[in-house]
């Protein structure tokens, strides 16, 4: 192996927000992780070297050539010393990583990531990490941080080193092979165009409600209108983020019944948004979503950095005499089908739906993205972990929900990343309580009716 390679699908779904912002740093991904011990960072660094030999990921490298982007592995590389930040103050902490959260890291120019290591005001000694979104996804961080703590710990305790990752250059060369395969390519169009096509045109429901709908209804005097053009402006991407935790209790009662119920987390969270955004939105069956799929499937893909997720369209049509199980059915049913053709690209997938009804590019049906985030249980004794993430400033859909188990408290930490001249802080919370109430309610008692759900949005 070795060379050059073409971005894979989920590549090429990240490159597209470039292509659609003024600004690069909408695809960076930072995050921190941090736990209340003394770390040796001289060692951590050791550990970081070693890391790098380990995760070929973290040695990726970009390139443009007559317009074309590509990628390429180095051999090796090391850091001598890696920065050391002490803050005398959680606001200090918040202003620094804030600002370099939203420096866009220079992909082009060989750099793929940032990296410091930190004291918090509150003595925890942790990891800053900013990286491009092409080279790694959330979850692909979150390997690299486990990854490298297990490194760490073998040091420090001179034991065998964690169990090798593996090659997300090997990845690269099989996703690369599955997605110019033109027997799946053929299938995947049909699945989609068959897709697309049924209940017809798709609806824009707004999480902020249905104004821009209303205001570009009037102006274009077409009462029928399905799609906005405001949501998606470039020029509009300046986005906010806000968090809310869903308690250790009411956690805890989400993951039971998932468990219980064969239910995956991200049906349940999507099923809870999907209904209120039904409720402020004509109470439409018809609610479009963005999915940001992480693809980890196997064994083999849970234990490989690198950049996996692309974006899920997710279509549900869902009448209000339906059960809140039969919600949770039909969930499945279209994951089902959309995880068939994970290696279809969703430049093309956007492109017909474009095509198949008109929309401009600026036009979009999906309000809004979610993504859960699986952390696995942190087994690190009584060791508390911080785990943060930043926004870069920028985003493309109108509102980001992440989601994911709160290794600090046990409960679940929803985190919202907003276009801030499309969506209020309010809007948000507003989303967010309803959300949790619907999820309650319809986990208590799976066969409440979605009209009931729909009678409870306040």
Known sequence: MGGLYDLTPSQQNIYMLVTFSFHKEIVNVPASFAVNRDLDFDLLTKALNLEFERNDALRLRFTKTDGKIQQYFVDEFRMQSVPVLHFGSAEEEEKFFRKDAAAPIRFLKDETFRIYFYTAANGNRGVYFNCTHLALDAIGIMIFFMDLMGVYRALYNRTALPEPLYSFEDY??????????????????????????????????????????????????????????????????KADETQYLIPKEDGEKIFAFCRENNVAPESLFMLGIRTYLSAINYRTEDVFMNLMCGKRISYKDKRTCGCMAQTLQVRTIIPETATFKEGLD?????????????????????????????????????????????????????????????????????????????????????????????VTEADV??????????????????????????????
Not at 212 to 229: M, Q, S
Not at 434 to 454: A, H, Q
Request: hydrophobic fraction near 35%; aromatic fraction near 12%; proline fraction near 7%.
């Open 172 to 237: 690269i060369v099989k996703e690369l092979a599955r997605a110019n395969d033109p027997g799946r390519l053929q299938k995947g169009e049909a699945f989609y165009k068959a897709y697309f096509a049924e209940g017809g045109e798709p609806f824009y429901a707004g999480v902020h409600g249905n104004q821009l709908l209303e205001k570009e209804r009037k102006k274009t005097g077409d009462p029928d209108l399905r799609v906005t053009k405001a949501a998606y402006a470039p020029q509009n991407d």
């Open 330 to 422: 039909e969930f499945l049913r279209v994951r089902t089908q959309l995880f068939r053709h994970l290696s279809y690209p969703f430049v093309n997938a956007r492109g017909m739906l474009m095509k198949m009804y008109g929309h401009s590019a600026t036009q979009g049906v999906s309000s809004c993205m979610f993504s859960w985030l699986p952390i696995p249980p942190l087994d690190f004794g009584d060791v508390s972990v911080d785990f943060r993430t930043y926004t870069p400033g920028r985003y493309f859909n109108p509102m980001y929900a992440v989601c994911y188990p709160d290794p600090k408290t046990g409960g679940i930490m929803m985190y919202y990343m907003y276009r801030r001249k499309i």
């Open 429 to 458: 919370k507003r989303l967010h309580e309803n959300m949790v109430k619907i999820i309650l309610k319809g986990i208590e008692d799976p066969g409440v009716r979605i009209s009931e759900l729909l009678d409870l949005v306040e």
